[in-house]
């Protein structure tokens, strides 16, 4: 469903990174990693059509996106940003509500329907109770999850998610990747962007990862999270160890 | 379950239709203060006589519909044009801090009007002045917004309106200074603190139309606006035309504002604080807070004139009067903390 194809990404005449391509179809978990400044950030605009290619193409269902309108692309695609404190006070409930813009008529404000979807969204991530809370004024985690509930209340069956566990403790992360991984399997499709290893491994169906103006690899989690791939990509030696439970974790290599 | 309609919505209706009704008796007291008392019998028997098609005895016909009523209604106006204004460029710059001339509108349209007093044009031909120099100030400044081509647009737009307000307000020094000092100095500087006194009839018939035609599509866009506020890639990532609501915006308050600022001169504070205080009656919702805020900015300015009238010997300028209610209300917000940006 969404592809990217000989994708050149970057600000101006300024690029970034070239030649990519990758997809994610619903269902999967597609994890993007990379070193700060590799471009993460910039290739997640591009997908999201919030800035031009600079070559290649971005594709939704086999239509480029720049030539979808951002009501059509809101409702194929929503973005999950990290959690920030916002300016204004909105209660948790408004701030899902807005994720229903892309359904409302130009002129119109959310009615019960919305509400209805609203609310479905929140008891779907288990925080219903939150929904008159004020959005600043919940934990990290909370909020974060509320923004995951405003992409599902935009019924786009694609979500795009940047860093949603950057900034999290280790329960609330634990928390939000458990969710990620329920959407997945309810057949959403996903892409994660993460600074961790790890995470990408026990998340994703595959993994990007994004360096030096490109793709470093991209495929399934055991062929790209390897410790070859890992070392080169970060600049520092690491290995990949086998835990007593069986899962694979990444460690310094020393 | 919660109810599909939180109890935001029902608190919302109820603070409007409260401030509805504090609005027709603003407009009923303003009506009926002055130097030449009415009573509310004298009011209603005259009104009565007007829709029946007579006039109603003097002196109280003259004092009620050529005096009092155009200032009353030319208030209301003007207030809710600079609570709009207020309300919807805090929303979408994503700053509580912001009034209605932080893209240079009023010192744009103080300039034009003050040089249509220095070339000793009619009222008619400064006030038109001011409007167009209003929004040709805010053209300008947009242009060169777009024009910079910047990641970040919101910044330049503010930045371009600082540069080119500071520009028009060099221009409005200019003037003062080649103004004859006895007769041009003194209704400069009285029109620049913001008035209501000269209003006619005829003056209402271009301020209403052009104040309604800049509320409508602020109206109509309450919801997209609102989303605005989450910033420019969230705002579009849901869906909104973000650079055409926003154009809709700035199109629609300068408007506003111009016509407010040519007819009434500048008048501060209201299209700072208005905003504040409705989005503590009604939570934050821009479209929430845009019909609580003209409702409040209307009334506010309506009971303000009749303060300014009687409160001193001579009429205290209505910049004046609401810097002194506004500076403080503000500090007031500032010590309720964070919160009362909500």
Request: with cysteine; proline share 6%.
């Amino acid at each position: 469903m969404l592809q990217a194809s000989a994708l050149a990404i970057g600000y101006g005449r300024r690029t970034v990174a070239a030649g990519i391509d990758l997809a994610v179809r619903r269902g999967e978990v597609l994890c993007l990693l990379g070193p700060n400044g590799a471009g993460k950030t910039t290739l997640f605009k591009t997908l999201l059509g919030l800035i031009p290619p600079l070559g290649g193409s971005v594709t939704i269902d086999g239509r480029p996106i720049d030539q979808l309108t951002r009501r059509a692309l809101a409702q194929s695609m929503a973005y999950v940003p990290q959690a920030q404190v916002m300016e204004f006070a909105y209660t948790v409930l408004d701030l899902v509500l807005m994720g229903r813009t892309a359904h409302l008529g130009p002129f119109s404000a959310p009615r019960a329907r919305d509400h209805e979807r609203a609310h479905a969204a929140l008891a779907d991530l288990g925080i219903a109770d939150l929904a008159s809370a004020e959005a600043n004024r919940i934990s990290g985690g909370q909020r974060q999850l509320c923004l995951v509930a405003r992409a599902l209340a935009q019924d786009a069956p694609l979500l795009v998610m940047d860093e949603p566990t950057a900034s999290l403790d280790l329960g609330n992360r634990l928390l939000v990747l458990e969710r990620v991984r329920a959407l997945s399997a309810q057949g959403y499709g996903v892409v994660f962007s993460t600074h961790d290893p790890d995470q990408a491994r026990e998340l994703a169906t595959r993994v990007a990862v994004i360096a030096d103006g490109g793709l470093a690899a991209y495929g399934a989690p055991h062929e790209t999270l390897s410790g070859p791939i890992l070392s080169a990509v970060y600049g520092v030696e690491v290995k990949i160890e086998r835990t007593e439970s069986g899962r694979y974790v990444v460690a310094p290599r020393s | 379950m919660a109810p599909p309609h939180a109890d935001g919505a029902q608190r919302s209706a109820v603070v409007l239709v409260l401030l509805t009704v504090i609005l027709l008796a603003a407009v009923l007291l303003a009506s009926l203060l002055g130097p030449y008392p009415l009573t509310p019998g004298d009011v209603v028997s005259a009104v009565a006589a007007r829709l029946a098609g007579d006039a109603a005895p003097e002196p109280i016909d003259t004092v009620l519909f050529k005096i009092r009523l155009p200032r009353v209604l030319a208030a209301l106006l003007v207030g809710a044009a600079l609570s709009a204004a207020g309300t919807s460029y805090q929303t979408l710059f994503r700053n509580p801090l912001v009034s209605p001339d932080i893209l240079g509108v009023s010192a744009g349209a103080g300039f034009g009007a003050v040089l249509g007093i220095l070339l000793s044009l009619p009222v008619i031909a400064i006030q038109g002045l001011g409007f167009a120099t209003g929004l040709l100030t805010v053209g300008i400044v947009y242009t060169l917004a777009r024009a910079l081509r910047s990641q970040n647009e919101i910044l330049v737009l503010v930045l371009a309106g600082i540069v080119v307000g500071a520009l028009a307000g060099a221009g409005i020094s200019l003037v003062k200074i080649l103004a004859d000092p006895y007769n041009q100095l003194p209704a400069i500087t009285f029109w620049l603190l913001g008035s209501l006194s000269g209003i006619k009839v005829s003056d209402l018939q271009t301020v209403a139309p052009l104040v309604i035609l800049g509320l409508v599509p602020l109206a109509l866009l309450r919801w997209r606006i609102g989303v605005l506020s989450l910033g420019d890639d969230e705002a579009k990532a849901l869906g909104v035309n973000v650079r055409v609501v926003r154009s809709v915006v700035i199109g629609a308050a300068t408007l506003v504002t111009a016509t407010a600022v040519s007819v009434s001169g500048v008048i501060g504070w209201i299209g700072l604080v208005i905003p504040h205080m409705a989005r503590l009656l009604v939570g934050p919702r821009y479209d929430r807070v845009l019909p609580a805020a003209v409702l409040m900015g209307a009334a506010f300015l309506v009971l303000i004139g009749p303060v300014a009238r009687s409160a001193a010997r001579i009429e205290i300028p209505l910049g004046l009067l609401t810097a002194l209610l506004g500076a403080p209300v503000f500090v007031w917000l500032l010590a309720r903390g964070r919160r009362s940006w909500s």
